[in-house]
Every structure is written in structure tokens, then in C-alpha cells.
């Protein structure tokens, strides 16, 4: 934790973030969304929620006076609470039924119902302080080995180790340690993005009725599958983590008072998962676009800018390829990429650098890391490129928008809804297409300026950060008015009110 946490202001709406990973101890689009809300709404009372690596990050971002506190949730390390021992005896045998059912859950479609009752049964040991110690036991490994080689079951034909099992077991327990967190009784309980972080508001939600609101940027299901096909696990340990995170981003649709997607693509995942149609609310990101004003002169040199965190969902290795086709017509063009690398990405980096050497253009691609000014990066490139093979509806690609900056995006998640025709849009690991876009548009320099001004027009009139906090402010006055906690101080204010009159 960080900081104490104040009462909530008598009469003020209290809303509980839940982050993973991001705010506020890391920078990315969906901190810089978190800071611009809260940031936007000094008559909201904030308090955090954050899924952390180790809890030992510092802050990233300065708190403003509304942000009463900040609860860390560390998924590695130490476990949380007090280390305490395993049940013995018969409750011991008690956890391990309920846990049987809850792996059955996520291995057996014919099973799944059990998995939101064993969940919260989980959560109470996680309160208690009992929940690693009993998944760290033997008992807990064997359980998972007996049950996954069940003739019945897929993963029974791939022969699953008891190595496999520990694997399994240990990914499991870290990925339950949002569990212990203290659920919000009272207010609104905001996951800012699916998976984990929504752990602690469903918590809440079974507990107390807190309303919950879940808000994705991007698909935190589908980016699972995705970055799990470069995991080094065993076929069976996969299987089972992503069961679970199907089966939690089921329950977070079918608990949700609402989902706000960032983008109406994602609209389709969610209404896919089980949210009806009628609690799903597009809210689009927004920009100040007086913060991102025209970006001014190009450079003269025949620039490609990219701007974001370096990681593999943003695919650099099929910008630098683009770029390697692109020098071929163009032997004085740059590639400039500005972003820092987060913790366990380094390899990648690394990776995306030998890529350039291997295709000679080492000379002209530049990593300049984080930059103290994000105009700077969007400035710096007479066209901005956006390579992910996932995003929301990001930042970045409006921000350079705003900026009137000529855009090269992948068609993915809602960058079509943002770009429009301000802007060329390209089938994601697709370098030639890619090449070709930024060619067209570093060829034409009356395109560039015309794409560049149609795309600050369409800022200012359809993402500003103005709509965006109202909508969610609305969002959570409306929701609440639902809350129990609110529904019960009423009366008691109302006769405080009367006795003063």
C-alpha cells in the first residue's frame, strides 16, 4: 500500500480503480487514461486497486488530492498477508473439494458452472491468508495431476508431467493474489481492463453488491491467447491458465453493471462473452487537442516516427521490415522509435535491433526511448506509424491526429473508427502493404498535409477529452445511485437533514 487511505467525503461519489500493471506505477496508454480521469474529476473521491510485478515499483505518476489511496497487489514475491500455515485435516480435505471442482472448471466446458461459485469460495481463503500456503502444498499439485489426466479430458493425451503440475499450480496461485485484496463496500469498482484486475471488483461485487464497471481498452482475453503462443509451457499448463482466463472474462462481462469498450470492435468480443447488448456503452479515448496543437515543420529528411512501449504486441519487427523495403526506394529515409522497454521486454528489443542489422539498415533506425515531450515524437516524422497486431483505440494514433500528423496504422482493434479516411490503414504483419502505405504518403507531400489536417479536424470534432470524462462521470453518478452503500446512507441523511432543519 501506498499511503494511507482516507474516508471517503461525506456525500461524494468514491470510485475504486483496479489497474494491472499500469497505473499508477507505469507508464502506457491506459495510464495516461487513469491520470487524465481522475485528473478530470476532482469532485470524484479515487481510490486505487493496483496489480503490480513485485510491489517494489515506485510511483510514475504524481497523485492528485482526489486519489485517497493506493492499495499494491504484487503478483510475485512473497505471497500476501502474514506467511501462514496450509488447513490441516478436514479443512484441508474441504479446500481441496472445492479447488477440484474450480480445476474441473476450467479443463471440462460440461464443468464450467462451478467456476464462479469456487472462485469467490477461493477469495475467502485469499482473505483469510490461507490461499497460497494451501495452493503451495502437495496435496494442492496432485490434485491438478490426478484431475487433468482424466481420460475424458484433451489434456489427458498429451501425457502432462508432475513438473507440468507444479508449473501449472504455481502460475495459478500468482494469477489468485488479487483475491486478498480489500474489496470496495461502498461507491463504484472501475477495472480499467479486463483479466486480473477485475479480480478484487467481482469480489466486491458477490460480497457487498458494489456496482461494477469494466472498461477495456483492448481484448485482455484475446491478447492472452496471443502473447501465449510465445510462452515456453507445456500444451496442458497453457490450457488450463487460459481456461481461466476465459472463464473470468465470462464472469466479468456477466457481473458487470457495465462494460465500457474503447471502440465499438470490441463490442463484438464482449457481446460474445455474455454482456447484453444493453450494458455495453462505447466510450471512445480523447485528447485536449489545445495539449497537441499542430506538430509545426517536418524534418527533411524523410522520417517514419513510431511512438508506444517496446513490446511484442506492438510488433516493431514488421515496422522495421517496412522501413527495410521503404530505404530501397528511399536511401536517406529514417525510422525513429520513441518508447521505453518495459521490464522482461528487453530480449525483444535486442531482438528488433539484431533484425536491423541483419537487414542493413542498423544506420538508420534510431531507439531513442522515452522522450520528456510526446509531441516531440510525433514531430519528428513527417509520417507517424502504428505496427500492433492488438490495440484498443490508442493514444498514440490520436494524439499524432491531433497533432496533424499523416498516419500508417494497422488494421486492428478500433484504429479503423479512429483513422477513418484521415488516414492510410494496412492488414497488420504485412510489411510490404505497410511500405507501400508510408511510400504513398512520403511521396506526396499535398496527400501528407491534406490527411494531416482532415485527421486534426476529426480529433476536434469526435475524441476530445472533454466527451470523454463527462461520459464517465455520468457513468459513475449512475452507478452509484445503484450501490447499496448509497442506497443505505440516504435515509440516514435525510434524517440527519431533518434534525438540523
Known amino acids: 500500500m501506498r499511503g494511507p487511505l482516507a ?33 478530470g474529476m476532482p ?119 508432475l513438473h507440468d503440475a507444479l508449473t501449472a499450480t504455481d502460475l495459478l496461485e500468482h494469477a489468485l493474489r488479487p483475491l486478498a485484496a480489500r474489496p470496495p463496500a461502498e461507491g463504484v469498482a472501475h477495472a480499467v481492463s479486463g483479466g486480473l484486475a477485475a479480480l478484487p471488483g467481482l469480489v466486491a461485487r458477490e460480497r457487498y453488491g458494489t456496482p461494477f464497471l469494466l472498461t477495456e481498452h483492448g481484448v485482455y482475453l484475446r491478447e492472452r491467447y496471443l502473447g501465449f503462443r510465445a510462452e ?27 462494460v465500457t469498450p474503447g471502440n465499438r470492435y470490441n463490442r463484438r468480443w464482449e457481446e460474445h462473452g455474455g454482456t447484453p447488448p444493453d450494458r455495453i456503452r462505447t466510450v471512445y479515448n480523447g485528447v485536449d487537442p489545445a495539449a497537441f496543437p499542430p506538430a509545426g515543420p517536418e524534418p527533411g529528411v524523410p522520417t517514419l516516427s513510431w511512438a508506444g512501449r517496446v513490446d511484442p504486441i506492438k510488433d516493431l519487427e514488421t515496422l522495421i521490415r517496412a522501413f527495410a523495403l521503404v530505404r530501397k526506394e528511399l536511401p536517406d529515409a529514417r525510422l525513429r522509435l520513441f518508447g521505453g522497454t518495459p521490464r522482461g521486454a528487453e530480449g525483444y528489443r535486442d531482438g528488433c535491433q539484431s533484425l536491423a542489422v541483419e537487414l542493413g539498415v542498423s544506420d538508420a533506425v534510431t531507439f531513442e526511448g522515452r522522450v520528456e515531450d510526446i509531441r516531440d515524437a510525433y514531430a519528428a516524422g513527417n509520417v507517424v506509424m502504428l505496427s500492433s497486431i492488438s490495440e484498443g483505440f490508442p493514444f498514440t494514433l ?104
Open 398 to 501: 490520436i494524439e499524432a491526429m491531433s497533432c496533424g500528423r499523416a498516419t500508417v496504422s494497422t488494421d486492428v482493434g478500433g484504429v479503423r473508427e479512429a483513422v477513418g479516411d484521415s488516414g492510410l490503414v494496412v492488414p497488420p504483419r504485412d510489411p510490404e502493404r505497410m511500405a507501400r502505405a508510408a511510400l504513398t504518403l512520403l511521396g506526396d507531400p499535398a496527400l501528407r498535409a491534406g490527411m494531416g489536417e482532415a485527421a486534426r479536424l476529426r480529433v476536434i470534432e469526435q475524441f476530445t477529452l472533454r466527451r470523454t470524462i463527462s461520459a464517465f462521470r455520468e457513468i459513475y453518478h449512475e452507478l452509484d445511485a445503484t450501490s447499496p452503500a448509497t442506497a443505505t446512507a440516504a435515509p440516514e441523511m435525510a434524517l440527519v437533514a431533518g434534525g438540523t432543519a
Open 43 to 161: 469532485d470524484i473521491d479515487f481510490r486505487v486497486i493496483a496489480v503490480t510485478g513485485t510491489g517494489r515499483e515506485p510511483l510514475a505518476w504524481e497523485l492528485p488530492a482526489q486519489v485517497r489511496g493506493v492499495d499494491c497487489l504484487p503478483l510475485w514475491g512473497p505471497p500476501p498477508a502474514v506467511r501462514v500455515r496450509a488447513p490441516r485435516g478436514r479443512a484441508m480435505r474441504t479446500f481441496l473439494a472445492g479447488y477440484e471442482r474450480f480445476l474441473l472448471a476450467l479443463l471440462d466446458p460440461a464443468q464450467e458452472h462451478a467456476f464462479a461459485p469456487e472462485l469467490y469460495r477461493l477469495a475467502e481463503y485469499a482473505q483469510r491468508g490461507t490461499l497460497s500456503a494451501a495452493m503451495a502444498s502437495e496435496s494442492a499439485a496432485r490434485a491438478l495431476a490426478r484431475i487433468w489426466t482424466r481420460p475424458h479430458l484433451p489434456t489427458a493425451a498429451a501425457r502432462p508431467t
Open 7 to 39: 474516508e471517503p467525503t461525506a456525500g461524494t461519489v468514491s470510485v475504486t480503480l483496479l489497474t494491472e500493471g499500469t497505473y499508477p506505477h507505469g507508464h502506457g496508454g491506459v495510464s495516461v487514461w487513469c491520470d487524465q480521469l481522475v485528473r
Open 232 to 258: 515456453p509451457y507445456s500444451w496442458p499448463v497453457k490450457s488450463l491458465l487460459l481456461g481461466f482466463f476465459r472463464l473470468l472474462a465470462i464472469e466479468s462481462y456477466r457481473r458487470a453493471a457495465l
